[in-house]
């Protein structure tokens, strides 16, 4: 007998229906699926029999084959065992058939039956909710809260399969998604738990450019000596960010949730991600990739930090890489069987040394370095990375009486009221225009927004070629402007905005 049960997958950002057909033949007892899977999905055989087994049903003793429509698109994962399950026990009666075509299920099984959490569900809700409304999910019942952040998901959560086979059979319901709005979840957030700003002695200048990049969402990279406290101001970053409005949460969950990173007790990132992988990270971690291309840390990181500590130590592959996740907000893998898209728009913070000994520059330290070796080290940092970096500032050894200052620094949240304010005005600006903040204009942008006087126009150009920029460059010196009039709520960029914009790319001067 043939029962066919409705079920669903992601592959990459997307969601595809798949249709588990079960039929269940004379023949010698085996169990065969095909259908593209994976070894996670062909090892469902052990696991469904056992499940079977184990909640008091009969495992057909007959040839059983299972077929994953469609049959060219790659499966994956655990999520398969609930619906292959449920399809052998329609397809030997030990089941109705009739109400099982109206749902859609999800599931992995333990050996007990036991119904475990899969990722992707977020994902999935949202799909089913735009196409297929008529049709009620149901999941394991630590998934529920997931589902419950897509408002108005029919979907329903079980514990195990004997609760799954009575709910078919109309002898028990299953608890629905929980109605939570996405405005008490973010009510709930803590926005503390990083280093404040006040705890960071001196450096003003560097405090500064990243309140510039917090508040346009404008790439930095911070040079100089070991132990100016590059990596404190860097952690100290996300104190500053404005909130993340519900949208900005969805989309951060989701890549989350496909990753099955998400938290059982809170499953929704409703903070800022702040990513910091250790420079012996691989391009695929970064990136993404995988036979079956999975998230990297630019994905991660979206809405939030990217930080790379010590960058020029990471490999030519890896920063390379950076290059369209930078410019595009996005990042495409590719592989023979498809193109899969992730998001990937963040603040990139990196920090590196000025030389490998790290002195260069250092009034207080000689630098052991040839000019050969400091030229050496800079260049691992190639010329088009550089030019996707908006702000680059040095950060200088602090003197001993600016450690043992008294004098209390600006806090977070004095900085942060500053940045959400001209967040607002450039969320006004961009109303209706895709664009989100300052740092992500294009051309067409930056010639309704940024348009200059003669006295403005005539000092960029004198600093264009006095520093042979690129026209990359010009366009982000014209961005970082844009940000520093909104801090200080001016509607017009004033030569000013531009003097402080172009003091902010250190690596455009010579390094000798």
Known sequence: MLSIINSCCCLGMETHNVRVEVDVSPGLPC?????????????????????IRNTGFEFPLKRVTVNLAPADLRKEGSLFDLPIAIGILAATEQLP???IPQHILVGELSLDGTIRRVPGVLLMAGSIHQNSPEKTLIIPLDNLSEAALVKGVPALGAGNLNEVAAFLKGERELPAAPEETGSQLLED???TGYPDFADVKGQEKAKRALEIAAAGGHNILMVGPPGTGKTLLARSLPSILPPLSWEEC???????????????????ISKRPFRAPHHTASAVSIIGGGRVPHPGEVSFATHGILFLDELPEFSRDVLEALRQPLEEGVVTISRAHGAYTFPARFIFVGAMNPCPCGHLGDPHKECTCTPYQAQRYR??????????????????????SELSSEKSA??????????????????ERFRNTGVHCNAQMKSQHLKTFCQL???SRDLLHQVFHN????????????????????????????????AEAVQYRCLDRPFW
Request: aromatic content about 2%; overall charge positive.
């Open 31 to 51: 169990i065969t699926i095909v259908g593209l899977p994976d070894p996670a999905v062909r090892e469902a055989t052990e696991r469904v029999r056992s499940a």
């Open 97 to 99: 058939f009739d109400k």
């Open 189 to 191: 957030d803590d926005s």
């Open 250 to 268: 969805l989309e951060v969950t989701k890549v989350y949730s496909i990753a099955g990173l998400l938290p059982k007790e809170r499953p929704v």
């Open 379 to 400: 260049s691992r940092v190639s010329g088009p990375i550089l030019d996707r970096i908006d702000l680059q500032i040095e950060v200088p050894r602090l003197e001993l």
């Open 410 to 427: 600006e806090s977070s949240q004095e900085i942060r009221k500053r940045v959400v304010r001209a967040h607002k005005i450039q969320q």
């Open 453 to 455: 006087k003669k006295e």
């Open 467 to 498: 520093l042979k920029m690129s026209m990359r460059a010009h366009d982000r010196v014209l961005k970082i402007a844009r940000t520093i009039a909104d801090l200080e709520e001016s509607v017009q960029i004033e030569p000013v905005h531009l």
